[in-house]
């Protein structure tokens, strides 16, 4: 029997993950040269000597009044940054945009946890800086028990949860920006932020006390709510696409251990349904590494992260672009792993190996494998987000985490859907049929790892990196084409 309500709102506190966003300052920048003179040797081997991920920056520096340039970053937090602009341009999202996709008649769901008092205000400013069309923007709750925390910028963690809700929604305008914006916010009581959002590191999925079965229950309270409230956002907007900025470790909900979760699998239909009807679903990877620590202790433990685990999810893992001041990349895109995280991936234990997975059956074995694909969401060399609730002053500020690759994904949906003039829904095939053409947009990813006892990219499919990047300028006429 099922838990009440008040009961599972409690359980999902110790189970939920939400995917915070880190700001980078103190992190240093760890993966390389930004200075144009680098080569792809010097990337790799930076990369492969980066930093533990679970270090943390130890103070938030003041934000940039104005949008500042990469050596301005450099110069004041030890790392270089780059303006949404110039990342629009090295995945060749700025050719789309010339050529009239915009996303204009699209809608693009971003389903967080946290949401700011001033993201309308901070998305107005930040479209204005960019010399964007004027925003369409919904903030949606989803609140089914009554009970949301009201925001407090001053509680680190929620802010820390509000900067990944900013880089979110305003990734989703710089890419597609006649697209409407839709943010769905998952109503936590207060004591379930608390934990959930715990300040001191990432959050614990089992906590001190907790047993296998609150484990479990919390796990799937959980899960009902991110599918309730998915199916909620399908009714009320028909989206284009969804993405989904936080997950649950398939290790929680199997009660803190390597069995299979019953209770996700279950999902699997409603999931598929969703997608059948033409939505997109898109969920980051995670950004504790291949490894969270997550076991008793807090010892690392290998797990995926559901509901990017689902065969009908598209799981977007995080990379590192590598720019010069003027946005010319002075290397390969590299896995994401720094002082401030790792992309998550791996092999579900839940999940077969989808028919779109046989060509990798190699890596995947008979699992479902995640990532697909890896965009930037690199906390080293962040985009710059306008942020205006921070304590130490309204103002721009890179940001990075996994929950960073998924809208860039989901945007470029809807500039596919755009050009073909309907809902893509499942792109699994095309993507990994397009990954086969060298000229079909996909670009493989080589460099890097994600994080302790994780996985390396190498040639072609890998659990660090999915199938790699894309250029958007290729791939996104070719998923149009593919679906007419």
Same mark, same amino acid.
């Given at each position: 029997?099922?838990?009440?309500?008040?009961?599972?709102?409690?359980?999902?506190?110790?189970?939920?993950?939400?995917?915070?966003?880190?700001?980078?300052?103190?992190?240093?920048?760890?993966?390389?040269?930004?200075?144009?003179?680098?080569?792809?040797?010097?990337?790799?081997?930076?990369?492969?000597?980066?930093?533990?991920?679970?270090?943390?920056?130890?103070?938030?520096?003041?934000?940039?009044?104005?949008?500042?340039?990469?050596?301005?970053?450099?110069?004041?937090?030890?790392?270089?940054?780059?303006?949404?602009?110039?990342?629009?341009?090295?995945?060749?999202?700025?050719?789309?945009?010339?050529?009239?996709?915009?996303?204009?008649?699209?809608?693009?769901?971003?389903?967080?946890?946290?949401?700011?008092?001033?993201?309308?205000?901070?998305?107005?400013?930040?479209?204005?800086?960019?010399?964007?069309?004027?925003?369409?923007?919904?903030?949606?709750?989803?609140?089914?028990?009554?009970?949301?925390?009201?925001?407090?910028?001053?509680?680190?963690?929620?802010?820390?949860?509000?900067?990944?809700?900013?880089?979110?929604?305003?990734?989703?305008?710089?890419?597609?920006?006649?697209?409407?914006?839709?943010?769905?916010?998952?109503?936590?009581?207060?004591?379930?932020?608390?934990?959930?959002?715990?300040?001191?590191?990432?959050?614990?999925?089992?906590?001190?006390?907790?047993?296998?079965?609150?484990?479990?229950?919390?796990?799937?309270?959980?899960?009902?709510?991110?599918?309730?409230?998915?199916?909620?956002?399908?009714?009320?907007?028909?989206?284009?696409?969804?993405?989904?900025?936080?997950?649950?470790?398939?290790?929680?909900?199997? *009660?803190?251990?390597?069995? /299979? %979760?019953?209770?996700?699998?279950?999902?699997?239909?409603?999931? !598929? $349904?969703? @997608? =059948?009807?033409?939505?997109?679903?898109?969920?980051?990877?995670?950004?504790?590494?291949?490894?969270?620590?997550?076991?008793?202790?807090?010892?690392?433990?290998?797990?995926?992260?559901?509901?990017?685990?689902?065969?009908?999810?598209?799981?977007?893992?995080?990379?590192?672009?590598?720019?010069?001041?003027?946005?010319?990349?002075?290397?390969?895109?590299?896995?994401?792993?720094?002082?401030?995280?790792?992309?998550?991936?791996?092999?579900?234990?839940?999940?077969?190996?989808?028919?779109?997975?046989?060509?990798?059956?190699?890596?995947?074995?008979?699992?479902?494998?995640?990532?697909?694909?890896?965009?930037?969401?690199?906390?080293?060399?962040?985009?710059?987000?306008?942020?205006?609730?921070?304590?130490? *002053?309204?103002?721009?500020? /890179? %940001?990075?985490?996994?929950?960073?690759?998924?809208?860039?994904? !989901? $945007?470029? @949906? =809807?500039?596919?859907?755009?050009?073909?003039?309907?809902?893509?829904?499942?792109?699994?095939?095309?993507?990994?049929?397009?990954?086969?053409?060298?000229?079909?947009?996909?670009?493989?990813?080589?460099?890097?790892?994600?994080?302790?006892?994780?996985?390396?990219?190498?040639?072609?499919?890998?659990?660090?990196?999915?199938?790699?990047?894309?250029?958007?300028?290729?791939?996104?006429?070719?998923?149009?084409?593919?679906?007419?």
């Amino acid at each position: 029997m099922a838990a009440p309500l008040t009961k599972r709102w409690c359980l999902l506190a110790t189970a939920s993950v939400a995917t915070l966003t880190v700001t980078v300052p103190g992190c240093g920048d760890v993966a390389g040269p930004e200075t144009g003179r680098a080569a792809a040797p010097a990337v790799a081997d930076a990369v492969r000597a980066s930093a533990s991920p679970s270090a943390s920056p130890s103070a938030a520096p003041r934000p940039f009044r104005r949008m500042p340039t990469a050596a301005e970053c450099r110069a004041r937090l030890g790392t270089a940054c780059h303006t949404p602009d110039l990342v629009r341009t090295a995945y060749g999202i700025d050719k789309l945009n010339s050529a009239g996709l915009t996303g204009k008649g699209r809608t693009v769901v971003v389903y967080e946890e946290v949401v700011p008092d001033t993201l309308n205000r901070d998305l107005e400013t930040f479209s204005r800086a960019m010399k964007l069309p004027k925003p369409d923007l919904a903030v949606d709750p989803y609140d089914p028990a009554g009970r949301d925390a009201p925001f407090d910028p001053e509680n680190k963690a929620m802010a820390e949860a509000a900067v990944e809700t900013t880089l979110a929604v305003q990734t989703v305008h710089m890419m597609a920006p006649d697209a409407k914006i839709v943010v769905t916010r998952i109503g936590l009581p207060e004591a379930a932020r608390r934990t959930v959002l715990a300040p001191s590191g990432p959050p614990r999925s089992a906590p001190r006390g907790e047993s296998a079965r609150e484990a479990a229950e919390g796990a799937a309270a959980g899960a009902e709510l991110i599918l309730d409230g998915i199916g909620e956002s399908v009714h009320r907007y028909t989206p284009d696409a969804i993405s989904i900025g936080f997950g649950i470790p398939e290790y929680t909900a199997a *009660g803190n251990s390597g069995e /299979p %979760a019953d209770d996700l699998e279950e999902l699997s239909d409603p999931l !598929a $349904a969703v @997608v =059948a009807g033409g939505t997109t679903l898109v969920a980051e990877a995670g950004d504790l590494g291949a490894a969270p620590p997550i076991g008793p202790g807090g010892e690392r433990v290998r797990s995926v992260s559901w509901p990017a685990s689902d065969p009908s999810v598209l799981a977007l893992g995080a990379s590192r672009l590598h720019l010069d001041d003027t946005g010319r990349r002075t290397g390969p895109d590299t896995v994401w792993r720094d002082r401030a995280g790792a992309t998550g991936g791996g092999t579900s234990k839940i999940f077969a190996r989808p028919d779109y997975q046989d060509r990798v059956s190699d890596v995947v074995d008979e699992s479902r494998g995640t990532c697909d694909l890896s965009m930037d969401a690199s906390a080293s060399g962040g985009t710059l987000t306008y942020q205006g609730f921070l304590p130490e *002053g309204a103002g721009w500020m /890179p %940001a990075g985490g996994a929950d960073g690759a998924a809208p860039v994904f !989901a $945007a470029l @949906v =809807a500039l596919a859907n755009e050009r073909a003039g309907s809902r893509l829904g499942d792109i699994h095939d095309a993507l990994y049929a397009l990954a086969r053409d060298p000229k079909g947009g996909v670009v493989d990813i080589t460099v890097g790892n994600n994080g302790p006892d994780g996985f390396e990219a190498t040639r072609g499919y890998d659990l660090a990196s999915g199938l790699g990047t894309v250029d958007a300028s290729v791939l996104v006429p070719k998923l149009a084409d593919a679906a007419a």
